[in-house]
């Protein structure tokens, strides 16, 4: 990823622009209208034609190239970067999802989580971006951003998309889901809550909201609001989990994999199907669990190492579990009539002409099942030409999930309930972050006087004054100006669980402002400029 305007290793993909940025509400009103199963959700669509160049090497530094630094703040703040003094940053979230785009795209912007990282940092090299993160499933692949332009900021993430995923920004537009602020921020609350999952309640999906949390800690790039956004959407995830039972029934993509193979069966059962499953992480250890817990008495696993199906031995011990290693994959499809895969391999483990070679199933069962829940997917797309074969993937489970839709609805507006109370509560605290700036605006101020009052006040009383004296006048300073400052403190602060409201503070924000001159909104955006730059020039 950006490796000469990141400063880390390069992907293979291509380096990204450069950038600045800050964070709010937009002016424009979102307009909800249902598109999800449970008919609940949003989509909302804007078009826009990004184009994307990718950078150079680091530079070293110079004097040239301080001297550059210097000459791309000044040109910044005196060219385009006034506006952005009148234009808070908006919060942005653009991707695909199983509810907008097909797995043969989704698979192609699918990031490693090994590359997560990296795509933080040429996220955040970009010129309008400032904070990001990446969340990659096998349902999505969504990039949430703070941009100090809304609509640059999205170009500029649609251009890289394209990019690195090698998919006409043509396309990309007419799958994508974009969201903005308030409707970015109840988007993931809803995806962490298992509402905007292909199974409504998936369990797993919250499993991967945190671990977003945990691949961002230290990387630069997945700062306070972006942070702040997915540890709420934690929150909400579990008080949606614990306080309605949007959890019971079919929860996962592997346990409605499962359903949906038994739906396929001739006979609805496990009783003789012989059972084959491609990969023991953690969706595979799900496949494993539902198939015994509808009755699947003996199955084979192939997988990497031995280590983990060991494991699923002792833990099911009434169940013939039997190793495989991966060179024995094509014989033990031969032998099996259903089969389940669910590895991270980037390239089909089944070509046509490797299913081509396996031999009939009986007839009873008519063709051998390949259910496959990986993306990018395990099993070649060609191989469903075949006769002797059915495959079906993840966006199949849609059969599974038209079940129990009136159930559904239900429990979605149960969770619904609990996602807009935290979504005021976040929100309240995103609007406090407005006023920071001017909180360190003024404790700079005060600060400044303090210090050169004491100055002042000890180059009067000579050099004769011992340390414990100095340290006296320090202290008595100190505690002046922080009793001082603690009630206009407590009244720029806002977090939801006082009376004051959004406006009183922001109104007491811009008095202080005033009174004191601090500038903020200018001086923090030189500040956010400068750090861009010199991030760039490193």
Not at 32 to 41: A, G, L, T
Not at 220 to 227: N, T
């Amino acid at each position: 990823m950006a490796a000469a305007a990141s400063g880390v290793a390069a992907l293979p993909w291509p380096n990204a622009e450069r950038a600045t940025s800050s964070f709010s509400k937009s002016s424009h009103s979102q307009i909800r209208i249902p598109h999800r199963p449970f008919e609940i959700q949003t989509l909302r669509r804007s078009a826009f034609n990004p184009r994307c160049e990718f950078g150079a090497e680091k530079p070293v530094q110079t004097a040239t190239s301080r001297s550059l630094r210097s000459s791309a703040l000044e040109l910044l703040k005196t060219s385009s970067a006034d506006r952005y003094t009148k234009e808070r940053s908006s919060l942005a979230v653009i991707g695909l999802n199983v509810h907008t785009a097909p797995v043969e795209l989704r698979e192609k912007l699918a990031i490693p989580e090994a590359q997560w990282s990296q795509a933080i940092g040429e996220l955040c090299a970009l010129n309008h971006i400032e904070e990001a993160a990446v969340l990659s499933t096998c349902n999505r692949m969504e990039i949430y951003v703070v941009a100090l332009s809304q609509h640059r900021g999205v170009k500029e993430v649609t251009e890289w998309m394209s990019k690195v995923s090698g998919v006409p920004v043509s396309e990309l537009s007419k799958h994508r889901i974009l969201l903005y602020n308030e409707d970015a921020t109840q988007h993931l609350f809803e995806v962490a809550a298992g509402l905007d999952s292909l199974v409504l309640g998936e369990g797993q999906i919250l499993a991967q909201v945190k671990h977003v949390v945990k691949v961002g800690q230290g990387v630069p790039g997945f700062d306070r609001k972006i942070s702040g956004l997915f540890k709420h959407a934690i929150t909400v995830g579990k008080r949606v989990r614990t306080e309605t039972n949007i959890a019971s029934g079919s929860v996962s993509v592997s346990s409605a994999a499962v359903e949906l193979a038994l739906m396929k069966l001739p006979k609805p059962s496990y009783a003789t199907a012989r059972v084959l499953v491609i990969g023991a992480g953690k969706m595979g250890k799900l496949v494993i669990k539902h198939l015994v817990s509808k009755g699947c008495r003996e199955m084979v696993i192939v997988n990497r190492s031995e280590e983990r199906v060991a494991a699923l031995r002792e833990e099911f011990k009434d169940v013939e579990i039997i190793y495989k290693p991966l060179s024995d994959m094509l014989a033990s499809a031969a032998e099996a009539d259903v089969i389940f895969t669910s590895t991270a391999s980037e390239t089909p483990l089944f070509l046509k002409e490797h299913v081509q070679m396996l031999p009939s199933v009986s007839p009873e069962l008519g063709n051998r099942l390949f259910i496959d829940i990986s993306v990018p997917r395990n099993v070649e797309p060609c191989v469903s030409d075949l006769e002797t074969a059915c495959v079906y993937n993840v966006d199949d489970l849609k059969e599974v999930v038209a079940a129990h839709k009136e159930d559904r609805l239900r429990k979605a507006m149960e969770a619904q309930k609990i996602i807009t109370e935290e979504l005021s509560k976040f929100e309240a605290w995103k609007d406090s972050l407005e006023t920071v700036p001017t909180i360190k605006k003024f404790r700079a101020y005060a600060e400044r006087i303090r210090a050169c009052e004491v100055d002042k006040c000890l180059s009067k009383m000579g050099d004769d004054i011992s340390k414990k004296q100095q340290k006296a006048i320090y202290d008595l300073s100190m505690g002046i100006v922080n009793k001082l400052l603690h009630g206009p403190m407590q009244h720029l602060r806002c977090d939801g669980s006082d009376n004051r409201s959004l406006s009183e503070i922001l109104e007491n924000m811009h008095a202080l402002n005033r009174m004191f001159d601090l500038d903020t909104d200018t001086s923090v955006l030189e500040e956010k400029i400068r750090a861009k730059v010199e991030r760039i020039q490193k």
